[in-house]
T-cell receptor, first 112, second 112 residues
Framework: DAGITQSPRHKVTETGTPVTLRCHQT?????MYWYRQDPGHGLRLIHY???????DKGEVSDGYSVSRSKTEDFLLTLESATSSQTSVYFC???????????FGDGTRLSIL | QKEVEQNSGPLSVPEGAIASLNCTYS??????FFWYRQYSGKSPELIMF????GDKEDGRFTAQLNKASQYVSLLIRDSQPSDSATYLC????????????FGKGITLSVRP
């Protein structure tokens, strides 16, 4: 299994609070991704990183920010959580842009 | 809008049968294609990838790619109840080599 750890695995919080999700990898892969998965929408890309301090937006980036200060860590921040951000969040990694992607176990986030 | 379309499903097959899962994509320039399996409550798991026209076999799984018709399929031979899951098709679109676009998935149920 790819060495990907997401934390926390579950979180319940209130609208308006900041939330940070962490993805840690031990594979030394260049690319890291954050996806959200919702019924009826499938997996949608939020942000991705192609190197330390190099990030770009995905298709559903509004309300989210990311940071990557080390190869192994990729953080996803919801500055002011809203109920529409209730979802399951998956981190993924790939060695290069077109190589197969592997997923972490996910974080189930509920915003009340 | 670049899309990956999968049969809405669900698909039900008897144990031992061949399950055929289909996926079409809108960008003729797509070069790489992936199939993921996702059990309920779990993260997506890579099971096959294919880059060239034709068939690629791995155990009971065969991926088939037809770039002229813009479809990719996954055949599961000798289906087992343990194959019951949601199967996700994904591709990199032209100019977006770092980002996978996913279909919404099709749920397969294998009846004992």
């Amino acid at each position: 299994d790819a060495g990907i750890t997401q934390s926390p695995r579950h979180k319940v919080t209130e609208t308006g609070t900041p939330v940070t999700l962490r993805c840690h990898q031990t594979e030394n892969h260049r690319y890291m991704y954050w996806y959200r998965q919702d019924p009826g929408h499938g997996l949608r890309l939020i942000h991705y990183s192609y190197g330390v301090k190099d990030t770009d937006k995905g298709e559903v980036s509004d309300g989210y920010s990311v940071s990557r200060s080390k190869t192994e860590d990729f953080l996803l921040t919801l500055e002011s959580a809203t109920s529409s951000q209730t979802s399951v969040y998956f981190c993924a990694i790939s060695e290069q842009g077109e190589t197969p992607m592997h997923f972490g176990d996910g974080t189930r986030l509920s915003i009340l | 809008q670049k899309e990956v379309e999968q049969n809405s499903g669900p698909l039900s097959v008897p144990e031992g049968a061949i399950a055929s899962l289909n996926c079409t994509y809108s960008d003729r320039g797509s070069q790489s294609f992936f199939w993921y399996r996702q059990y309920s409550g779990k993260s997506p798991e890579l099971i096959m990838f294919i880059y060239s026209n034709g068939d690629k076999e791995d155990g009971r799984f065969t991926a088939q790619l037809n770039k002229a018709s813009q479809y990719v399929s996954l055949l599961i031979r000798d289906s087992q109840p343990s194959d019951s899951a949601t199967y996700l098709c994904a591709t990199h679109y032209t100019g977006a080599n770092s980002k996978l676009t996913f279909g919404k998935g099709i749920t397969l149920s294998v009846r004992p």
